[in-house]
C-alpha cells in the first residue's frame, strides 16, 4: 500500500468552476499535512499547511483535513487558467523532515 | 538574491563522467535536502542535513555522494551514473529539520540530469 495516495488526473475543470483535490494517507500517526503546487517544468512550491482536523482557508484555497478518515483535501474556488498545474500532496508522519509524497494530481483548468 | 538555487540547471553526462551538482539557500534555514523526482514517480527524498550534519540517508547508491560544507551550500556529486538515474535533482531547504514545520520546503529550480 502506497503511503500517500492520490488520483493521478488529468481534472480538469472549466475557469470559475471548483476543482477538488483528494489525498489520503496510511499512517494514522501522521502529525502535518501540506500542498505543492509544481507547474510543468518547474519546481514544487508549498501552497497550503494543515496541521489539525478541518478547514483552513488561504485566499482562493481550502484545506480540509480529517484525520480519523485519514484524508486530506484541497479545494481551489473560481479556478483560474494560471491554476494549471500538478497539485503535489505530503505527509508528514514522525514530525520531522520524513515528508511522503504523493505522485500529484494534474489540474487543467480550461477557459 | 533569494531563495534557493541550484546549478547547472541541465547536464548532460555519460556514464564514466564525474560532475557535481550546486545548491545554494538565502533563506537562512538550518536544514537542507536533496530530492530526486522521475516522471510519474513521488518525490523521493535522498539525503538529510541539519546545521551541516548528514541526518538521512536514504539507502541511495554510493554513486551519488552528498557534501555540506556550511548551512547555505550543498552540493551533490555525481560519478558513474546510470542511464535509470536521469531524473530531476531538486535541492531544498527548510527552517528545521525537526518540528511540524519542518514539512515546509523551499526548493530550488532543480537539476535536469540526463546520463546517455
Known amino acids: 500500500q502506497k503511503e500517500v495516495e492520490q488520483n493521478s488526473g488529468p481534472l480538469s475543470v472549466p475557469e470559475g468552476a471548483i476543482a477538488s483535490l483528494n489525498c489520503t494517507y496510511s499512517?494514522?500517526?501522521?502529525?502535518?499535512f501540506f500542498w505543492y503546487r509544481q507547474y510543468s517544468g518547474k519546481s514544487p512550491e508549498l501552497i497550503m499547511s494543515?496541521?489539525?482536523?478541518g478547514d483552513k482557508e488561504d485566499g482562493r484555497f481550502t484545506a480540509q483535513l480529517n484525520k480519523a478518515s485519514q484524508y486530506v483535501s484541497l479545494l481551489i474556488r473560481d479556478s483560474q487558467p494560471s491554476d494549471s498545474a500538478t497539485y503535489l500532496c505530503?505527509?508528514?508522519?514522525?514530525?520531522?523532515?520524513?515528508?511522503?509524497f504523493g505522485a500529484g494530481t494534474t489540474v487543467t483548468v480550461r477557459a | 538574491e533569494t531563495g534557493v538555487t541550484q546549478t547547472p540547471r541541465h547536464l548532460v553526462m555519460g556514464m564514466t563522467n564525474k560532475k557535481s551538482l550546486k545548491c545554494e539557500q538565502h533563506?537562512?534555514?538550518?536544514?537542507m535536502y536533496w530530492y530526486k523526482q522521475s516522471a510519474k514517480k513521488p518525490l523521493e527524498l535522498m539525503f538529510v542535513?541539519?546545521?551541516?550534519?548528514?541526518?538521512e540517508n536514504n539507502s541511495v547508491p554510493s554513486r551519488f555522494s552528498p557534501e555540506c560544507p556550511n548551512s547555505s551550500h550543498l552540493f551533490l556529486h555525481l560519478h558513474t551514473l546510470q542511464p535509470e538515474d536521469s531524473a530531476l535533482y531538486l535541492c531544498?531547504?527548510?527552517?528545521?529539520?525537526?518540528?511540524?514545520?519542518?514539512?515546509?520546503?523551499?526548493f530550488g529550480e532543480g537539476s535536469r540530469l540526463t546520463v546517455l
Open positions: 531544498a531547504s527548510s527552517q528545521d529539520s525537526i518540528g511540524s514545520r519542518a514539512g515546509e520546503l523551499f
Open positions: 499512517d494514522r500517526g501522521s502529525q502535518s
Open positions: 494543515i496541521y489539525s482536523n
Open positions: 505530503a505527509v508528514n508522519m514522525a514530525g520531522d523532515y520524513k515528508l511522503s
Open positions: 533563506l537562512g534555514h538550518n536544514a
Open positions: 542535513y541539519s546545521l551541516e550534519e548528514r541526518v
